[in-house]
């Protein structure tokens, strides 16, 4: 498949650019990290490198070309196997927007194959911007207006120098989460069933899933991307590597999955991002957070650095936390943060769906079942363990281009597991 | 005159706004050009903040030698003042840092072109900057740093011999036997309290209820006093009719039934009005009301690639506030995060009277009216050690909390040197410390600081020394 190379922003409010050369020509052969080509803003010239290895098939921008909207592909990249010229024929639209969001499709319920770990609708409670850390940095004018109101710092992100949490960030965190506003809805509502129901009183998870996935649907705009991973040479290994394993150790397709698309953040750095206002964050690490269903709602623990563990090491950890956040013994370290969620409903049956990205995260995986499907294999009709997954991303940091990268190699890592134990 | 002449930035007006915003801008890598049509430094340094600084230096050492014998120190023969000596080391001072920015600008290879600019045609992205040398400069972003001149009143022309402004009035050649001085601000409120301790008769004129109108009410109130018990004469609520040349001098004269002031001369400090003309803004999009250009929090006006700071957008007319508006403007133009316009009473104001008047923040009048159930702690210089050993009691601290959050919302200070002891308050705003923290910050003994923490401390009903 042919690789289209889009016009970077150097800053988070660039729109527009300066294409002002090419580096290479149509025919050179591109490796990861050449730079191929200098766009300029009014601020900076910067050095575009390449993500993928290739052969340069086509120059749809022409250096010199001023004004280029970021996005725009300006180039594109013939892969392994491609001709320069199948690729340099292609028709040039290019789907840079991504598509539209799936359809529920009604479906017969096949018996849910291997979802293991019971997961949750939507993914929540996290904290702040800031990575790996449970301090909240915050004013003491801050902390004492935060504690008059009740607004939880570690659920906000700061405005101040470093993240740090100022009177206007408690401020503005509570006029969006007025409890006036709030109470509204209840009382219009009540009057209508009178009799037929009953308050409970809402649990501060509660309010803080509330908060935070009404922020994550009116801040971030969320699109999706949806694709069928055959699994038959998965659970086949699955097998294979549980046969074999140490006593005690048990590896789910869950872990897989959260292996799976730890190699492809890594190798798929865009898509491991989040969305800061000025600024955005770009991870080093694959913190792959799992979305746990607990008693009155969920919390998403993490999986610290999931690109560096082997997958008996990830079946360990993900029980050890899928069983503490069940018990409400997971300390808040342990379930803030994370660059990336994974959400599996696989185990109720669920064929597909979209989730909620957890703030301030880029994307979320909502993984469906497992289930016999017709497929077809060069032109014959053949039976295979088909999971289907969707990729909600936050079109403000990865775009339509980025996140279906990102859902290739993740199918890739699913479809081929030899390649994710490299 | 610079041979170079395409820039990313060029900054019009080499005062504390400009240069200051040239040399971040070189810091950020961006290739700037100053134009100045004047001195380096601008009004403040050469004919504002700092060689006001110098003659007040001068009177107070004139007003020691008057305490010198509560100290034991007989000073025999006669004391003179020379003014023109005086006046001198004044002028040396501000060409001493003048010299020392054009340093600093050259070490951040700033260029620096000595001539006069307009706003010329944007050309593509490129804004044209026209010089009346005959150079055209061009620049991806123009920053407007001109300042301001003094204001007048309708049928007043300050003449710069019986009617002054406070750049005549800062390089007398003579002492006049008496003076009228028009308008009680900082500027006028430091003139007055010079000319006094130089033996002119003084009679300071507001047209508001009190001088220092801005400081809290309290304040304002206690200079008041230590101007009067000093000899001056204070005359408010009075609005001025007309200042005329006459007899012996100049008369002043106020609407209703105000007597009128005769006095050798006058000067004219009635606020500042921005130097916005000339500057090639008809045509553009830069929008001007009433002499101000016009701008957002960051110094942007309507026409894209064009900015101003410091005087010329308007007040609070103050230096420091010129240099912070320069810094942000530039690094909003660099695209940096974390960027923020100026907040809310974030700006300290420093007068440097005799007392001297330091204040940030709302006063308490002000806190009222926006709605805050207020907690205020006074601390008298009375009370504090440091101050009485120097001979320098005479002082108070007010500090304004709101009672629901522990905010700092203001501080409010006069007495000796508060204008240095300001910034203490000012961080603690900055960090939005509350009570909690300031009275828990140990304040070193025996300094004056320690009046601010029993201030704090008083608005908690926990005062010490008091």
Same mark, same amino acid.
Not at chain 2, 46 to 58: F, H, M, Q, S, V
Not at chain 2, 81 to 94: F, G, H, N, Q, T
């Given at each position: ?22 580096a290479v020509a149509v025919g050179d052969a591109v490796r990861s990290g050449d730079v191929i080509a200098e766009i300029e803003t009014d601020k900076a010239t910067m050095e575009v ?141 009540? *009057? ?23 922020? *994550? ?7 999706? $991307? ?29 872990? $897989? ?123 014959? $009709? ?41 | ?21 040239? %040399? ?22 050469n004919w504002g903040c700092i060689p006001t600084k110098a003659l007040l230096r001068a009177a107070e050492m004139r007003h020691s030698i008057d305490e010198m014998k509560e100290f ?108 009228? %001085? ?253 009570e909690a923290e300031l009275i828990q910050t140990i304040f070193p003994h025996p300094t004056l600081s320690e009046a601010m923490h029993e201030s704090v401390l008083d608005a908690y ?6």
């Amino acid at each position: 498949m042919a690789i289209d190379i889009l016009m970077p922003a150097l800053s988070p409010t660039m729109e527009t650019g300066t294409l002002a050369k090419w580096a290479v020509a149509v025919g050179d052969a591109v490796r990861s990290g050449d730079v191929i080509a200098e766009i300029e803003t009014d601020k900076a010239t910067m050095e575009v490198e390449a993500v993928d290895d290739g052969v340069m098939a086509s120059i749809l921008v022409d250096a010199g070309s001023e004004g280029v909207p970021v996005g725009t592909p300006i180039g594109r990249l013939a892969e392994d196997g491609e001709t320069v010229d199948d690729v340099a024929a292609a028709p040039k639209t290019v789907a840079v927007e991504p598509s539209a969001p799936p359809q529920p499709t009604p479906s017969a319920t096949a018996p849910a194959a291997a979802a293991p770990l019971p997961a949750a609708p939507v993914a929540a409670l996290t904290s702040d911007a800031a990575p790996k850390t449970d301090r909240v940095f915050a004013s003491p004018l801050a902390r004492r207006i935060a504690a008059d109101r009740g607004v939880d710092l570690a659920a906000l992100s700061g405005s101040g120098p470093y993240g740090r949490i100022l009177r206007r960030d408690v401020e503005a965190a509570n006029i969006s989460a007025s409890p006036a506003a709030a109470s509204a809805i209840p009382s219009t509502a009540g *009057s209508a069933i009178q009799g037929d129901s009953r308050t409970e009183p809402n649990s501060q998870m509660r309010k803080i899933i509330a908060a935070r996935l009404q922020e *994550s649907k009116a801040t971030a705009p969320h699109f999706y $991307l949806t694709v069928d991973c055959e699994i038959d040479t998965l659970l086949e290994s699955r097998r294979q590597m549980n046969d074999r394993a140490p006593e005690g150790v048990k590896i789910s397709v869950n872990d $897989l999955v959260i292996r799976a698309a730890a190699m492809a953040l890594i190798k798929v750095p865009k898509a491991n991002a989040s969305w800061e206002g000025d600024n955005t964050r770009l991870f080093s690490h694959a913190d792959v957070a799992m979305a746990v269903a607990v008693d009155g709602g969920l919390v998403t623990p993490v999986i610290w650095a999931a690109e560096q563990k082997g997958l008996a090491e990830i079946a360990s950890i993900s029980r050890d936390l899928a069983t503490r956040a069940r018990d409400g013994k997971l300390a808040p370290e342990e379930f803030s943060g994370g660059s990336f969620t994974i959400s599996n409903l696989g185990m109720y049956g669920v064929r597909e769906f979209a989730a909620v990205i957890n703030p301030p995260q880029g994307a979320i995986l909502a993984v469906g079942a497992g289930e016999q499907r017709p497929v077809v294999h060069d032109g014959q $009709l053949a039976v295979a363990t088909v999971m289907t997954v969707t990729l909600s991303a936050d079109h403000r940091v990865v775009d339509g281009a980025v996140g279906a990268e990102w859902l290739q190699a993740f199918k890739g890592f699913i479809e081929a597991p030899v390649t994710m134990l490299l | 005159m610079a041979a170079e002449t395409s820039f990313d930035l060029v900054i019009v007006g080499g005062g504390p706004g400009g240069y200051v915003a040239a %040399i971040r801008a070189s810091q950020l890598k961006m290739k700037v050009a100053l134009v100045e049509r004047e001195n380096l430094g601008g009004i403040c340094l050469n004919w504002g903040c700092i060689p006001t600084k110098a003659l007040l230096r001068a009177a107070e050492m004139r007003h020691s030698i008057d305490e010198m014998k509560e100290f034991g120190i007989t000073v025999s023969g006669e004391v003179s003042i020379d003014l023109p000596a005086v006046v001198k080391r004044s002028r040396k001072v501000a060409a001493r840092l003048s010299a020392g920015v054009q340093h600093l600008l050259k070490k951040n290879k700033v260029t620096v072109v000595d001539d006069l600019a307009t706003l010329g045609a944007k050309r593509g992205d490129l804004r044209e900057v026209k010089l009346a040398g005959g150079t055209t400069l061009t620049a991806r972003n123009v920053i407007l740093a001109t300042g301001a001149r003094a204001r007048s009143l309708p049928g007043i022309e300050p003449d710069g011999k019986t009617i002054l402004t406070y750049r005549e009035a800062m390089v007398p050649e003579t002492m006049p036997k008496s003076l009228v %001085i028009i308008g009680s601000g900082a500027i006028g409120s430091e003139f007055a309290s010079f000319y006094l301790d130089m033996g002119v008769e003084v009679t300071l004129i507001e047209a508001m209820d009190r001088i220092l109108p801005v400081e809290d009410a309290e304040i304002s109130d206690f200079v008041k006093k230590a101007f009067v018990k000093r000899g001056m004469k204070i005359v408010t609520g009075a609005r001025l009719a007309g200042l005329k040349p006459s007899a012996g001098g100049v008369t002043a004269s106020f609407e209703g039934a105000i007597d009128p002031v005769i006095a050798e001369r006058a000067i004219m400090a009635v606020g500042i009005t921005g130097n916005s003309e000339s500057l090639g803004l008809d045509g553009t999009k830069v929008k001007v009301d009433r002499g101000h250009i016009v701008t957002d929090g960051y110094g942007a006006t309507g026409e894209p690639g064009v900015f101003a700071i410091g005087d010329v957008p308007g007040p609070p007319w103050l230096a420091h506030k010129a240099s912070h508006e320069g810094t942000i403007c530039v690094e909003k133009i660099a695209g940096l995060p974390d960027v923020h316009a100026i907040g809310e009473g974030a700006v300290p104001g420093c007068t440097y009277c005799r007392p001297q008047v330091a204040s940030v923040g709302m006063t308490e009048a002000a806190a009222i009216e926006a709605g805050h159930k207020v907690r205020v702690g006074r601390f008298p210089m009375l009370a504090n050690g440091k101050a009485i050993a120097m001979g320098d009691d005479q002082g108070l601290i007010k500090t304004v909390f709101d009672d629901a959050t522990g905010e700092l919302l203001g501080a409010h200070m006069v007495g000796p040197e508060v204008t240095e002891l300001i910034q203490g308050y000012a961080i603690a705003r900055t960090l939005e410390a509350t009570e909690a923290e300031l009275i828990q910050t140990i304040f070193p003994h025996p300094t004056l600081s320690e009046a601010m923490h029993e201030s704090v401390l008083d608005a908690y009903g926990r005062a010490i020394h008091f």
